[in-house]
């Protein structure tokens, strides 16, 4: 219990660890240690708000005059702190997810094996490869959904690759897979930018449907020795 409740403040980022860390592997103006320095700071605002708000409540009991306004006001900036470390978190978490589909995740940092941990998980690659599923369909009755719900106009060339889809989403489903390769299918999925499934031009889709499936085929390593692994590292 006392370990899951050491772990569970780690990745709030109340503790300065996971900054210290990604600052010193990956130094100060790395996307990620920007990132994880970032959720700590709104992490101990939250901390100090939640102090706070007990002592107004506390302040409430006593009957002290002013204690409800303390409460009210704590309460306020308490659901702005947590809006913004759910932010936070989300940023951090997707540059530890960056660093995985570049293939460069090998520095020991909790933050990373973290993310590591969830992509490799049958309930994330599910997920993905049910998205990919409906992507798909969508393509291939693209001209029966009303434009209003239609997903971005790249998503149509999906329709001539059925057989690259139906390879990563085997591929997703697998006991051994490497986890860069679920990075990457869950950037092309959510990068509007970056991703070849957004740009409208079969050719680089193909290429990177077949990537991503390669790699995910590349490992003999069953995802749950490679999680024992990094949990024991």
């Known amino acids: 219990m006392t370990a899951f409740v050491r772990t569970a403040i780690r990745a709030s980022g109340i503790t300065a660890a996971d900054a210290r860390a990604a600052e010193s592997v990956l130094g100060q103006r790395h996307a990620l ?6 959720q700590h ?16 409540a506390a302040g409430i009991t006593l009957h002290l005059g002013l204690a409800p306004y303390v409460v009210g006001a704590a309460a306020l ?23 995985i589909a570049d293939g460069a995740d090998s520095v020991v940092l909790t933050v990373v094996a973290r993310e590591r941990r969830r992509l490799a998980s049958l309930e994330v690659r599910e997920a993905f490869a049910h998205s990919l599923e409906t ?36 591929a997703l489903r697998r006991d051994r897979i490497r986890v860069q390769g679920v990075a990457l299918t869950a950037r092309l999925l959510s990068d509007g930018y970056r991703s070849p499934l ?9 290429d990177e449907l077949n990537r991503i499936r390669y790699l995910l085929e590349s490992t003999d390593t069953p995802v749950a020795d490679s999680d024992a692994e990094r949990r024991a590292a």
């Open 33 to 38: 240690t920007r990132a994880v320095a970032n």
């Open 41 to 56: 700071a709104v992490a101990q605002q939250s901390a100090v708000a939640t102090l706070a708000l007990v002592a107004g």
């Open 77 to 99: 900036v308490m659901l702005g702190l947590v809006l913004a470390w759910a932010v936070a978190h989300r940023i951090a978490r997707e540059r530890a997810q960056d660093l």
């Open 135 to 170: 992507l798909y369909r969508d393509a291939l009755r693209w001209h029966a959904i009303l434009p209003q719900f239609r997903p971005l106009h790249g998503v149509q060339q999906l329709a001539s690759l059925g057989a690259e889809v139906e390879g990563l989403r085997t």
């Open 198 to 206: 957004y740009a409208n031009e079969v050719g680089p889709l193909r």
